[in-house]
């Protein structure tokens, strides 16, 4: 065979590369509104050397759509599992890690939300969801400060729902944030830190609130 004619070989910067520009298109559009071609111009690839890496849209969708939702889940995992904090600092960290993660990515919880209205379920079994949130020392410790009158009784996924809406919802709300209070990305940026100690401090009443 002529050796013009041999394909490319495979090469880890382009996949990465590659991989790279279908997160910001994925996220910013989701699967059904992206084109192979959109993820090619934003590698700055031509569609052909796409193609060679990655043989479907959809193979490269599940891809970029594990390793959001890996990511995502991960760090309630390592902070719900650590068994040498306590449960404000538990609160402090995920309020932390997650602010920091939506101000770099902010498209994350919008791309998520409308991904699992499509296959709920089995995106759940696929990623472990409920051994993520269910089976941590976080319940173990957060039953034990019920059973010892700390904190008040309360449904463990009420707490989970508050604080993970807490900090996320800003986020998927913020074109309408901004567009009702006039406030510029910066200011709703100034607004996000703020609440790094807001949100620990509402949650702290909600616990103790007998």
């Not at 807490?166 to 406030?183: E, N, Q």
Request: glycine content about 4%; proline content about 4%; overall charge neutral.
């Amino acid at each position: 065979m002529d050796q013009d004619k041999k394909p490319p070989k495979m090469d880890i910067n382009t996949e990465t590369k590659i991989k790279n520009a279908a997160r910001v298109v994925f996220h910013k559009k989701g699967f059904a509104a992206t084109r192979t071609r959109d993820i090619a111009e934003e590698a700055g690839i031509n569609l052909a050397l796409l193609n060679y890496y990655f043989r479907s849209k959809q193979k490269l969708f599940d891809l970029i759509m594990f390793e959001t939702m890996h990511g995502f889940l991960q760090s309630i995992f390592e902070v719900f599992n650590n068994d040498t904090t306590t449960l404000e600092q538990k609160i402090e960290t995920m309020v932390n890690r997650y602010i920091d993660l939506l101000l770099t990515n902010p498209d994350i919880p919008i791309f998520l939300l409308n991904e699992l209205r499509t296959h709920p379920e089995e995106l759940v079994a696929k990623m472990g969801m409920k051994d993520i949130l269910m089976d941590t020392h976080f319940l173990k410790q957060f039953q034990s400060a019920i059973n010892e009158e700390k904190i008040t009784t309360l449904n463990p996924l009420h707490f989970i729902m508050n604080l993970m809406g807490m900090v996320i919802f800003p986020f998927m709300a913020c074109p309408i944030i901004k567009g009702v209070s006039g406030v510029t990305q910066s200011e709703f940026e100034t607004l996000m830190q703020e609440r790094r100690v807001l949100v620990p401090k509402w949650i702290h009443t909600i616990l103790h609130n007998k």
